[in-house]
T-cell receptor, first 117, second 113 residues
Framework: DTGVSQNPRHKITKRGQNVTFRCDPI?????LYWYRQTLGQGPEFLTY????????KSRLLSDRFSAERPKGSFSTLEIQRTEQGDSAMYLC???????????????FGPGTRLTVL | AQKVTQAQTEISVVEKEDVTLDCVYE???????LFWYKQPPSGELVFLIR??????QNEISGRYSWNFQKSTSSFNFTITASQVVDSAVYFC??????????FGTGTRLTVIP
């Protein structure tokens, strides 16, 4: 399977605990994105990387959230001191680097569903 | 500001009927991209189409067709002869540049056999 993969698929945690999610993008894709999706809503952008550089962060990404892509391949998203409001589906996507001004289609993984009790 | 509006929250059709999903967008950018994604019950978003703002030609792919009208800031999606497998949530998204996407709230389509 050469698509985007995410682990774990489900995570249940208690409020106040830290959690970490992993995303493995399509191998030749330079860009990697994190989104959050709550019930009945569309995905909301959190952050994106171009290779190992984190180029943009949404204001939704509070200081309890941190994302890394240390070698420009897989990425991790960590949430510290989880709150019940963090319960959501966390989606990862990857894309090729646009040629000039462009916006290539993003390919999404299956997501990690987080439940904070 | 970037915004995508999908006014239809839920639509139900009987199999073989045609159905159109509406998408209206707002952007001040002169160059932008529009996308449609499908999210089946399994949850994984599936890319359907990308269209740039310079190309207003309508596109047809099998039973799917898309109508892009800059004058009304709309990018509507029609499924012809709907099938049960088309049941899903469909998202329209706006890509103002080369970075993140702004998604609408989605339209849940149910095709009744």
């Amino acid at each position: 399977d050469t698509g985007v993969s995410q682990n774990p698929r489900h995570k249940i945690t208690k409020r106040g605990q830290n959690v970490t999610f992993r995303c493995d993008p399509i191998s030749e894709h330079n860009r990697l994105y994190w989104y959050r999706q709550t019930l009945g809503q569309g995905p909301e952008f959190l952050t994106y990387f171009q290779n190992e550089a984190q180029l943009e962060k949404s204001r939704l990404l509070s200081d309890r959230f941190s994302a890394e892509r240390p070698k420009g391949s897989f990425s991790t998203l960590e949430i510290q001191r989880t709150e019940q409001g963090d319960s959501a589906m966390y989606l990862c996507a990857s894309s090729l680097l646009p040629q000039g001004f462009g916006n290539n289609e993003q390919f999404f993984g299956p997501g990690t569903r987080l439940t904070v009790l | 500001a970037q915004k995508v509006t999908q006014a239809q929250t839920e639509i139900s059709v009987v199999e073989k009927e045609d159905v159109t999903l509406d998408c209206v967008y707002e952007t001040r950018d002169t160059t932008y991209y529009l996308f449609w994604y499908k999210q089946p019950p399994s949850g994984e978003l599936v890319f359907l189409i990308r269209r740039n703002s310079f190309d207003e030609q309508n596109e047809i792919s099998g039973r799917y067709s898309w109508n892009f009208q800059k004058s009304t800031s709309s990018f509507n999606f029609t499924i012809t002869a709907s099938q049960v497998v088309d049941s899903a949530v469909y998202f329209c998204a706006l890509g103002p540049g080369a970075n993140n996407l702004f998604f609408g709230t989605g339209t849940r389509l149910t095709v009744i056999p």
